[in-house]
């Protein structure tokens, strides 16, 4: 039999009012009803009122690192108060077993009036320590925060990565349970975090938990097993943390679907696949569409004796015969396929073309892939309508939404239709695999990837 949880989230929703006013005003109803045995709906909405959180569950282990992410406003740090208990769920329970310590960027819990030095008594007996016990406790505290110049300083003189520093080297030194880490990873000098990320991993050797909460998809993928990605208070996955940064990063670049805007008749019910660790929405939608040909055009002209009808880029199966198209969907380091469908008055036995490749604001040209007629004796044109073809072995481009556009030429260069400069381009969207190496490539901005092999 498993133990149980250190901390476990059932079914939790929190809602706050936008309006100061009200707020207060319901505050003090909610308390007056409390005290007389009543009290309003708590799933219900007033005026003005929106849930922060919505049917979140999640199980924090002995042992086990989780990650939670989401953009700004999400629900992460109203998730995390409530597991401190500094604030109470309308809907829902929380169970914590053992003792909790949480750190923050911002070194909330310490008094900008005091010194270093009192604020590390001050927060100690805020967990439950001795003064006895702290004072003992305290030449490592100080080395550990590398603050021995400015110890006995006022916090309020100190910068946010000061004050990051002393709240990780207290929580660190008091032997918790359970870390709740919000952001702190993000803040101060590299040796510092690498110093907090040993930590971290000696503390979880011991049988200790960790809750991550950071915009560092590197932190979280590296040192959390799972992650729950929120979204406007929801769960949109729950699962892997490769998997959880990977939809994250794509919904940051528009790739991913976002749940509805919150409802104001109660909090919806969280959705089965993020439960079942699935991302909620398919991913791959409007891919197949991508790969149709774009749009229809009128025929050739004797101005124009060759019309480009439409462009598509597919993905192969490699383990196909032939070649044979898998699908839709082009995925990055796999191979895939370019479609050309022209109209021609006569055919053309030698011609020269060539797909551009762009970002998805033309502002970046990227590569290109030129077929010259010497080298592809096969590109030529027949009269009426036609096709022509060329397959790229492995695709290089990082996942993203790209523009194509296409120029046929005679061998001679004399030009003889062109897609996308003109008029609109193919947009086509290329996927990638929930691993490490294609969330640092997202990290990173690259457009590409290289094919690297070590060197003996």
Known sequence: MSAPALVAVEAVSKKYCRDLEKSLRYGLHDIGRALVGGGADPGSLRDGEFWALSQVSLEL???ECLGVIGPNGAGKSTLLKLIQGRLHPDRGRIVVRGKLAAISELGIGFNPILSGRENIFHNAALLGLARDETRGLLDQIIEFSELEEFIDAPVFTYSSGMRAR???????????DALLIDEVLTVGDLAFRRKCVQHMQRFLARGKAVLLVSHEMYSVQTLCTRAIYLERGEVVFAGAST??????????????????????DGPPQAADAAVAGEPAGDLAAGASAAAEPKGERRGPSAREPVLIT???IEAL???APAGRPAGAEVRSGEA????????????????????????????VQITSGILP?????????????GTLSCVIPRLTLTAGTYAMRVVLAEADGTLLAMFGFEDAPLYFHVASG????????????DLVTLAVEGDA
């Open 434 to 445: 929930a691993s490490a190496v294609d969330n640092m490539h997202e990290m990173s901005g």
């Open 317 to 319: 199966d490699p383990g």
């Open 166 to 176: 002393l709240g990780y080297a207290v929580a660190a030194h008091l032997d918790p």
């Open 243 to 264: 998997e959880a940064v990977n939809l994250y990063l794509k919904a940051r670049r528009g790739l991913a679907p976002r749940p509805p805007a919150a409802r104001a």
């Open 373 to 385: 007629a010497e080298s592809f004796p096969g590109s030529r044109l027949v009269a009426g309508e």
């Open 310 to 312: 439409g462009v598509a």
């Open 336 to 363: 895939a396929r370019v479609l050309v469908r022209y109209h021609a008055h006569e055919k053309r036995d030698r011609l020269f073309w060539a797909f551009r490749i762009a970002t998805a604001d033309l502002l």
């Open 61 to 63: 282990g002995a042992g």
